[in-house]
């Protein structure tokens, strides 16, 4: 095990995309018009102070889990906000919650207040006067029977809780609707549901509608009340008019045709079926959600796939239309029916004129991603398939600051599977798009970047109903891999294996079945609505490895538990599942070994049967023996995938639902590596370049940018203070705007011309700027991070020394950081116990300071050559040293020698400069002097005589000085008011020159070279100012006995 303090300080990067996932959670702030918050379903809470132009995270490092399925703000204190975890729309790909937390402060800090093991919260009311009573409805666990579920209340802000409504263990509670009138009234809705890896069932006798008028001191069940549908009863929504709270609306599913909107004008003592529209419970269990308009009765929405409107009291409905769709609520401002929160598949919503338009969803990054990949371009593209939206494409950097929606693009329209891009060809990317996609069968498209074209090339384009009645069966993410040996070469699996050397223009099929195919697997869901989109396609190949090392060898791993291998490239297949897997165990993850020929690591999962324990194996001999490694993963939390670092035997990576862990030791140990990873599911995660690439699936794409210190540490942890060795980075110059925008107490608004992008600046005391985007991907910070541990807090301070391959000193840092702001210049190391990262941005020092002058800056350092350097970090008088490289950009064909003639001229400019400012300082400080002895000779006997030599001297000090530089500029906008003088020309050269790499062009050199004919004119009449004017002051201020003026 490696001490944690190594790994607490490790930083991931948030790479986009802005595209929002699914919210089913919402609320907003009863006083402030613009205040409105969000709960993802596997993205923690958000909030918004300008009505959905940015929203921020408000729960990360303090919950426990990240789904959030019930969102409510106190209407009597807004800043009493609930959060209940777990959403209640219990899909394929439904993440758990760990209970009820509270905020007292407006979303800043949460509290948790119980009710872990209720796993899955439909709806929060408080009370409209008391915030500290608060009704809960609670589903329990959704693949097992568990007690605690149903509605639950407190009337001590959480601290203690009451379970009022409790029906069965296999049924808990969906929906609540409150009386603001009267809150001893509420009606509650109870569902009897269970989800499995091949089935979601909807409805029983658990299944009802329950009315209480105590405030759930007592509660009737008044599912079989007159009007009411007979039979089986499955999810219900339910919503109490406040604009006429005898009206009750109730959306049922129930058997056949009786599912609709049923309305109910006394208090649900009588009923009536007013639609029998199919569109509104058109899916019940995942949508079901019924709202009653606040100030007219006769007005009610329905959030199903489409949002629908009545006007007429539930007889005829229209679509109103929302930004994406499979919308799952809708929250109205009871005192302003205009201003609206809603949300649905494509994240949250916010309109100010009562839904004519909407603020965007593509400002949230809770994507939700099934798998990832990347390709082999520089820089890399991060591709993955986005639950109900496209495939993408996301750069890991841009170079610009910050990675913009308009940076990525969609490669395909796979919302749901694997997505391959084509080795060697990052332009063709294959991807399973079933379940957004025409056609029947895989839906395997081919992206084609070029043409932006796509086509169709599945395995067998035949639709199917349910597993019993396909011969071939795909699931909602089925594997697509290219083999290693040969890039013509591509694997798809359902429930057999097919291979494809021509694109997918043809398909051979080269498995048998290689699933168990229970037929009590392979139906549809029910038993009241069928359900059959392909998300529960059951008995087939969930994972595959086509081998690196061998050509020809194949492993399987399927959804229902069964592992084979070929080792003849599917000639033959031998089943070598371990003997204690259970039948039915979903294989999540078959990653082999980069290392040993034969090596398969291994995650399994049977979450959805209710146990979350994490299943990690390994073998060594292709499956004929396997050895499970979880010691050190909690109880818990159960694994997706597992990968080994491609440089380090050994380190393995593990996603869980809740984060990431480590291993250093081949899986004989794990620890958390979760650092600034915010908590929730990890779906696959990939190692390129020495990058850690994570898919989260509500947390769209994040980067752990250089892990060659893990690979350090893989080899035993270091013994007192550590240098750890710096990767290779590539050298490139800084966009041509970098800094332009970006200053700390503010949102910024652009990255660079053209790239619009909000960001927060923070300024740290060590000097660096660090940026947080709101609405973007954050972008490789630029240079070369160094990282050191000290295993204590140093007595003096410390020091980096950056020498290059001659021994010649390149430029120095220190971390004694003077206490006046204004007495710092450039940046410092931080020297604090633990783990420390500094940020050299590959330039060499800067030039001096103008005195007396904010506007006119220190002349920027050039960037350094590409190279070998050494940095070299003393602490305590003890030093140690690491060498690292700087390489040019691969997609630049530049010459080191055309480099090296750049950086010759940026430091001649650089050095002119140098040359202009020691002129300007020598006339201030003369001239300052020239001052102070004219007004010590007023009145004086030699005032006359003196005071002309002193006005001479002045006067031709001025006149060299304002050649040098213009005084006048003060700010930015002087720039346009006052002439350029040599200064200002010089300093507008070397962001020319430093532009690209490249050689600088002719007329820079012949620029540079007139500029450094003025400077040496004017210093040469400075020279004369002071040999002359100032020398003739001086003999006089001697002869009479006076001190002379210095420079």
Known sequence: MIDSSYLSALKYRCIGPTRGGRVVA????????STFYFGAVAGGVWKTDDAGLYWENISDGQMGTASVGALAVAPSDPNVIYAGMGESTIRIDVTHGDGMYRSTDGGKTWSHLGLKETRHIGEICIHPEDPDTVWVAALGHSAKDNAERGVYRTHDGGKTWALVLHVAENAGAVDLSLDPTNPRIIFATTWEARRNFWSINSGGPGSGLWRSFDGGDTWENISTNPGMPEGTLGKIGVSISPAQPDRVWALVEAEGRKRGLYRSDNRGDDWEKVSSKAELAWRPWYYMHVIAHPTDPDTVYVMDMKAWKSIDGGKEFEEFHTPHGDNHD?????????????????????????????????????AQFYHVAVDDQYPYMVYGTQQDNSSIAVPSRTHTGGITWADCYAAGTGESGYIAPKPGDPNTVMVGAIGSSPGGGDALQKYDHKSKQIQLISVWPEGYHDGNTADIRFQWTYPIVYSPHDPETLYVAGNKVFKTTNEGQSWDTISPDLTHADPETMGVSGPLTMDSAGAEMYATIFSMVVSAHRQGVL???????????????????????????????????????PHEDGAIYMTAARHKHG??????????????????????????D????????????????????????????????????????????????VVKNDDLVIATHGRSFWILDDITPLHELAGGEPEGNHLFGPRETVRTPEHIFAGFWGRPGGKNYHVTLGQNATFLVDEKETGHKVKHMIDAGDDVPHGVTINYFLDGTPEEAITLTITDSDGNDVIDFTSDIPEEKE??????????????AFLWPMRLPDGPQMDDSEFHKRPKGPLVLPGEYTATLTVGGAAMSQTFTLVTDPRIDVALEDLREQQSLLLDIQSALGRVIDGVNTCRCLTAQLDTWRSRLEGGDESEDMGDAIDAARAALADVESGLVQAELKSEGDTLNYREQLFEKLAGLPPVVSSADSKPTQQSQEVFAKLSAQADDLLARLDGVVTGEVAALNAKLADSGMDIVGT
């Open 26 to 33: 919402i609320a907003a702030d009863p006083v402030e018009r």
């Open 330 to 366: 809708l929250w109205i401002d009871p005192n302003d029916p205009h201003r609206m929160i809603g949300c649905d598949d494509g994240g949250a919503f916010i309109s100010l004129n009562e839904g004519r338009s909407w603020s965007s969803i593509y400002n949230q990054l809770t």
């Open 555 to 593: 492993m399987t791993g399927s959804d229902d538990g069964r592992v084979h291998v070929s080792t003849d490239d599917g000639g033959s297949w031998t089943d070598v599942t371990p003997p204690e897997m259970e039948k039915f165990t979903q294989i999540t993850m078959l990653a082999e070994s």
């Open 611 to 636: 146990d979350y324990a994490p299943y990690v194996y390994k073998t060594s001999d292709l499956g004929q023996s396997w050895t499970s490694i979880t010691n050190g993963l909690p109880s818990d």
């Open 638 to 685: 159960f694994c997706r995938v597992i990968r080994e670092d491609p440089k380090q035997r050994g380190l393995l990576y593990v996603g869980t639902e809740l984060g990431v862990y480590v291993s250093f030791d081949d899986g004989a140990n794990w620890q958390p590596m979760q650092g600034n990873l915010p908590v929730g599911p990890v779906y696959d995660l």
């Open 823 to 836: 007495d710092r210049h450039g940046l410092y190391l931080t020297a604090d116990a633990g783990m420390n």
